[in-house]
């Protein structure tokens, strides 16, 4: 069978320029028996598939170095796998590695390699290895042997590529990217990888383009180095003065850029080897996505990150099913892919568990999957879909991959295909989803430093607040608070002007001490220009490099802010009273000349919050306060606030404990009801899709425990699926 290529733009999938839900699942070629692979091949396009995605384990393929081996097994028969799945019509993402992990001994990547080339392991910033097969990703040896690999491997993946004929439509480059570092230590500090001390070594050159100068690296580390090639890298723990996070994060940022040199040399490589297909790449976990900046820029137009978003894998995670905590997250994690430019994939959905307790239910994995489409999934791969028997000697913690999936690995058929197959047939009925839109009644500024601050600023210092707290409060407070008040957010790009183009829809904007210059008279010219925003809890008064840096409070004629530290408060605002102080109050003190005084401590009468107006109509709303979304008056305070910033809801409902989401293309909606508490809930809804003049009434609804309710609206209609 013959596949039309799938292409992607920066809302959704196509083939033949036609939107299509990437519907794909984990299916190892060298786990699942051969005998097997149609027949449950037939069983994923009955539940809605279109895709197949399977790593390509270098363990498996050259089990002795130089010893390469394909199709003497049924387990290593990669071209007759990528036959089978073309001749069922579904594509196929392959996936060589060099990493897998995929719970393989090594992580996939060959026992000789690791136990005969021990040079090439990462190291921690004390020099020691970080565990027996982190690699140092530009090591010169590794490369050159995962070089040799790719010559032999893509060559055949080639001439199964949708241009070929065949059914590879994407490629993906070795798999979540810096976690084999950061997981089990922090960066990679190889000496000789890292070019540490050498005059053109790679962390020497980074100096140099990012100072210009040895004086300005001087006066920015506290340093008189007589050399660039003199100033070594410190570790990610330790005293937040100055200096040193001034060299904690240069660091981050040296090291993300090296990823980003190896994503794009496997990249070349691919090319090099025929391999002339879209590049993917799975970020570990959500809070992974904003490590891959620098990889984004590299790797230009042909590349697509998705994300992986599981919720259970062990008993140490916060929760074993999907909570509004988890919603949260997957919420952050699909408006950081949407915001890069990519159609929001999760390329690794929980389709069972790595343990077998706790349990991956039918029921949870329900709410998963319909959290995800809700909140702007346009693609997932089920890990895994159906597994089997590892390959002798390969499987880290187990001989049969089984995974609790869908299919298992004797080829029963369990309840969570079903529960699959529902949700495949639901998005095959409802087409229009592939390209549908989140509408939003509000903006939330996304910081990508604050986003990956946490690697590096570990305490918060001489400052009121440090990035990383300010990124937890986003999360915890105003984000949490917005979906318990029944609001639909979205995430706007602070490093962009896109955003500054849309005057109606109010803007929340949570700073921390830091924030470029550039960022901030971005802030000024929407406020001057007729925009909208509610700034909390403080004005920043340092860049990205913690150089004395004050414009947007300059520009609104504020002094400056202290904490209320731990004194207690009786905070009054927008008329609101006593809004509970769960995190820490900052003060101003005094408002600007003009400025309406909206919020005080009723016990001292220090002022917390106030308001400006600007001659082209722009309004800002200053907020000092850092709070933990809990009490009813915090989603009332907000929703006032945003209130007087021209907030125009998009969807009214009566239970903070259900969270909604409002999907719309065309004359088409869908309104999403979440309940993902372990009680039943019930909640009357209504909401005004873009296509309508008024509020529609979607009705009272009852919510059982851990579910997703769809609410079909077309032609001013309602009715529940």
């Known amino acids: 069978m013959s596949l039309a290529p799938l292409h992607f733009d ?79 019509g579904l594509y196929v993402i392959a996936r060589p590695g060099p990493y897998q992990y995929s719970e393989l001994l090594y992580a996939g990547l060959p026992h000789w390699l690791c136990e005969e080339y021990s040079e090439i392991l990462a190291r921690d910033a004390g020099g020691q290895v970080i565990n027996p097969y982190s690699v140092s990703y530009l090591h010169p040896l590794f490369l050159n042997k995962a ?173 074993n099913n999907p909570t509004p905590q988890y919603a949260r997250r997957v919420f952050t994690s699909l408006e950081m892919l949407r915001l890069m430019g990519f159609p929001p994939t999760v390329f690794e959905m929980p389709g069972g568990s790595a343990s077998h307790w706790p349990p991956v239910t039918p029921e949870d994995a329900r709410a998963c999957y319909l959290t995800n489409l809700a909140l702007g999934m346009k693609g997932h791969n089920y890990y895994i879909f159906t597994g089997g028997p590892n390959p002798p000697g390969t499987g880290a913690n187990t001989d049969l991959y089984d995974y609790g999936a869908g299919i298992g690995a004797n080829g029963e058929i369990r309840p969570l295909y079903q529960v699959q197959k529902e949700f495949g047939v639901f998005i095959q009925d409802h087409p229009w989803l592939a390209e549908a839109r989140r509408e939003a009644d509000c903006r939330f500024t996304l910081d990508w430093q604050q986003a990956r601050s946490y690697l590096y600023w570990q305490e918060r210092g001489e400052f009121l607040l440090s990035s990383p707290q300010a990124w937890k409060f986003m999360q915890e407070g105003p984000l949490t608070t917005a979906f318990c008040a029944g609001l639909s957010p979205i995430f706007c790009d602070l490093e962009s002007d896109d955003w500054t183009r849309d005057l109606g829809t109010p803007v929340v904007i949570t700073a921390s001490t830091a924030m470029p210059a550039v960022q901030q008279e971005r802030i000024i010219s929407f406020l001057q220009n007729g925009g909208k925003a509610l700034v909390a809890p403080l004005l920043p008064e340092y860049d990205e490099n913690w150089q004395p840096c004050s414009r947007l409070r300059d520009f609104l004629g504020v002094g400056r802010q202290y904490s209320s530290g731990k004194t207690p408060t009786r905070l009054n605002i927008a008329g609101v009273s006593n809004v509970n102080n769960s995190g820490q109050a900052f003060f101003w003190t005094a408002a600007p000349d003009g400025a309406e005084v909206i919020g005080t401590d009723e016990r001292s009468g220090a002022l917390v919050a106030w308001a400006v107006c600007f001659a082209g109509g722009g309004e800002a709303v200053l907020l000092g306060l850092q709070w933990l979304q809990g009490m009813s008056e915090h989603a009332w305070m907000f929703s006032s606030l945003l209130g007087r910033l021209g907030l125009k809801p998009k969807v009214k409902c009566s239970n903070p404990n259900v969270w909604t989401s409002l999907l719309t293309s065309g004359d088409h909606s869908m309104l999403f009801l979440l309940n993902l508490l372990s009680a039943p809930m019930t909640a009357e809804v209504a909401c005004q899709p873009a296509w309508s003049a008024e509020m529609i009434d979607a009705g009272l609804h009852q919510l059982a425990p851990m579910t997703v309710s769809m609410i079909e609206i077309g032609n001013g209609t309602g009715y529940a699926i």
């Open 147 to 319: 070089r040799r690999w790719f010559d032999r491997v893509c060559p055949i993946l080639a001439r199964y590529t949708v241009n070929q004929g065949g059914p590879i439509a994407f490629v993906q480059v070795d798999n979540e990217l810096a976690g084999m570092h950061l997981w089990f230590s922090g960066p990679d500090y190889h000496p000789e990888t890292m070019g540490f001390g050498q005059p053109d070594g790679r962390f020497t050159r980074f100096l140099r383009h990012r100072y210009g100068s040895l004086s300005a690296l001087n006066q920015a580390y506290g340093m008189e180095k007589t050399s660039f090639e003199e100033v070594l890298p410190i570790a990610m723990q330790g005293s937040s003065s100055l200096p040193e996070l001034r060299r904690r994060k240069d660091y981050i940022d040296f090291y993300l850029g090296t990823v980003a040199e190896y994503a794009r040399t496997l990249a070349d490589w691919l090319a090099e080897d025929g391999l002339d297909l879209p590049i993917i790449h799975n970020s570990g976990n959500p809070e992974m996505n904003a490590l891959f900046k620098e990889t984004n820029a590299v790797m230009g137009k042909n590349f697509i990150l998705g994300s992986d978003h599981y919720y259970n894998l062990d008993q140490n995670w916060p929760q």
């Open 10 to 88: 920066h809302n959704c999938y196509r083939v033949n320029g036609q939107p299509v839900y990437l519907n794909s699942g984990e299916f190892h070629y060298f786990r699942v028996p051969k005998p097997d692979w149609r027949q449950r091949m037939e069983l994923f396009k009955q539940a809605g598939g279109n895709c197949l995605a399977t790593y390509v384990p270098w363990v498996i393929h050259e089990p002795q170095e130089g010893n390469f081996v394909f199709g003497t097994e049924p387990f290593n028969d990669l071209e007759s796998f990528l036959v089978t799945a073309n001749q069922a």
